[in-house]
Structures are given as structure tokens and as C-alpha cells.
């Protein structure tokens, strides 16, 4: 009977642990993805001067255009910054005035924060933090810049017809 109870015994164990039970665990992980954008707008987009004549140059007698700088973004973005980049490069006589490709015209750049009365000039190619710094998920205006055209003082009025561009530059968190 001890031979039974022993090849029993030995019988019992060898199956147990072949009769292991396997657990699966699953997780289920759903993800949304989302991509946080701003799209701003100029208004107007395109400015057009006219034809300006050598003595308004001579006696600053030039009438500055002015553009709205808005944002809408889709979700409240903070630490907004801006910068100004014109395609000709910046006078050396000042760092407000941008070249336009025609010796001796350029456009003073200033600007004025959207809860602002007053134009001040802005240096370009430079950043700089505008009033509004953090933003709802909705549109606003960011401010408003002004374009004047001027005389380049160390490079001679030429006639002629320019196209030029000035790059915005807007950063965020």
C-alpha cells in the first residue's frame, strides 16, 4: 500500500504542475491626438502706395499705411512673440527702417499693442513681447503696425517701382 500511496503521490504532483492555469491580462489604451495651431491674419495683406512723389520723400510728407496683426488660436496659447523681417534688409542709419530694393526708399516700421493709442517705432529682425501674451481659444487682435515710406539717408533717391515683402514672424507656447 506505501508503493500505491508513493507512485500516487509522485502521479498527483507531475500533474499539478502540468495543470497550471494561464491568465491573460489585456489593457485597452484609446488615445486623442490633438494638434494645437494658430492661424494668423494681416488686414489688409497687401499694401499698395502709390505713386509718391521725390518732394514728399524730401519734406517727410508721406502717409503711413497701417495693418491689423490677428491670431486665432485653438487652444489658449501663452508667450507670444513677434518679429519683423524685411526681405531687403534694414537701413544702417536706423534699425526702423527696412530697405525696399530702390536706393534710397525705405519703410519705417512702428507699431502699437491692440490696447495701445499710439504708434512707437520698432527695431526689425528683432523679437519682442506684445501686450497680449496669453490668448483665449478665439480670435484677437494682437496690434497693429504702421508702414511709412521714407528716405534712405545714406543712399540717393532713385525713380522707379518697387515690390518688396516684410516677413511677421508670430511664436508660441
Known amino acids: 500500500m506505501l508503493r500505491w500511496l508513493a507512485f500516487f503521490l509522485i502521479l498527483f504532483s507531475i500533474h499539478n504542475a502540468s495543470a497550471s ?3 491573460q491580462r489585456k489593457a485597452t489604451i484609446n488615445a486623442e491626438l490633438a494638434l494645437n495651431t ?8 497687401n499694401l499698395n502706395f502709390q505713386q509718391i512723389g521725390f518732394s514728399q520723400f524730401e519734406n517727410n510728407a508721406t502717409t503711413p499705411q497701417t495693418v491689423d496683426l490677428n491670431i486665432a488660436c485653438s487652444w489658449p496659447a501663452t508667450g507670444i512673440s513677434l518679429k519683423f523681417s524685411p526681405a531687403a534688409g534694414v537701413s544702417t542709419s536706423s534699425t526702423n527702417l527696412m530697405k525696399t530694393g ?3 526708399v525705405g519703410l519705417a516700421l512702428a507699431w502699437k499693442n491692440a490696447s495701445g493709442t499710439d504708434f512707437t517705432p520698432l527695431e526689425l ?5 506684445p ?8 480670435n484677437e487682435t494682437l496690434g497693429q ?6 528716405k534712405i539717408p545714406e543712399e ?3 525713380a522707379g517701382n518697387i515690390s518688396t515683402s516684410l516677413t511677421v514672424e508670430v511664436t508660441y507656447d
Not at 494658430?38 to 495683406?45: G, K, T, V
Not at 529682425?125 to 513681447?129: A, E, L, P, Q
Not at 501686450?131 to 478665439?138: E, G, K, V, Y
Open 131 to 138: 501686450a497680449s501674451t496669453a490668448l483665449s481659444n478665439q
Open 102 to 104: 530702390l536706393s534710397g
Open 38 to 45: 494658430c492661424a494668423l491674419s494681416l488686414s489688409p495683406a
Open 21 to 23: 492555469k494561464s491568465v
Open 156 to 158: 540717393t533717391l532713385q
Open 125 to 129: 529682425n528683432k523679437s519682442f513681447v
Open 145 to 150: 503696425f504702421q508702414l511709412l515710406p521714407k
